[in-house]
């Protein structure tokens, strides 16, 4: 399977705890965006990447939160000092270079936080 | 800003039924695209149409349709005969060439169900 690949799937960490999230894009996808999405919404951008340039960044990315993506492959979430709010679906999507394509996601990570 | 509405958040049909999604969407740019995902209780959101704000050409692919209308402002998915497999969040969702223009901005969903 060659789609977008997240890891974990599901995580359970304890209030103020850091937790990392990491996605694999499909290989020749250039962009790479993280999304959130909360129980009965849809999802909501949180930061964008073409290649390992971090281009925007959504104003619900506190500076809890930070994202990499080192080598234009991969890319990590760190969420810092874990919040209740913080309870969501992170979704990792990816898109050739191309600006009018549809985005590929992945299965996301659900984050509980207790 | 860019805004889209999805005003049913629940729909249930009967197997076979016919069903219309609705959304409408806001935006002051000319050129946008439109999108609709399915996203199946696993979690991933599945790519089902992009469309570009100047091909206003209704489309059908097999049991889905679109109909896109800019004098309305709304880009509505129909299911003809669906199927219990049709049970999942459909989100709508909008991208602008201007602006914050790689990223989606969704609908909050409408939840399907379709009942044997």
Not at chain 2, 82 to 111: E, H, I, K, M
Request: charge should be neutral.
């Amino acid at each position: 399977d060659t789609g977008v690949s997240q890891d974990p799937r599901h995580k359970i960490t304890k209030r103020g705890q850091n937790v990392t999230f990491r996605c694999d894009p499909i290989s020749e996808h250039n962009r790479l965006y993280w999304y959130r999405q909360t129980l009965g919404q849809g999802p909501e951008f949180l930061t964008y990447f073409q290649n390992e340039a971090q281009l925007e960044k959504s104003r619900l990315l506190s500076d809890r939160f930070s994202a990499e993506r080192p080598k234009g492959s991969f890319s990590t979430l760190e969420i810092q000092r874990t919040e209740q709010g913080d309870s969501a679906m992170y979704l990792c999507a990816s898109s050739p270079g191309q600006s009018n394509t549809e985005a590929f996601f992945g299965q996301g990570t659900r984050l509980t936080v207790v | 800003a860019q805004k889209v509405t999805q005003a049913q958040t629940e729909i249930s049909v009967v197997e076979k039924e016919d069903v219309t999604l609705d959304c409408v969407y806001e935006t002051r740019d000319t050129t946008y695209y439109l999108f609709w995902y399915k996203q199946p209780p696993s979690g991933e959101l599945v790519f089902l149409i992009r469309r570009n704000s100047f091909d206003e050409q209704n489309e059908i692919s097999g049991r889905y349709s679109w109909n896109f209308q800019k004098s309305t402002s709304s880009f509505n998915f129909t299911i003809t005969a669906s199927q219990v497999v049709d049970s999942a969040v459909y989100f709508c969702a909008l991208r602008t060439s201007s602006g914050s223009a790689r990223q989606l901005t969704f609908g909050s969903g409408t939840q399907l169900t379709v009942l044997p």
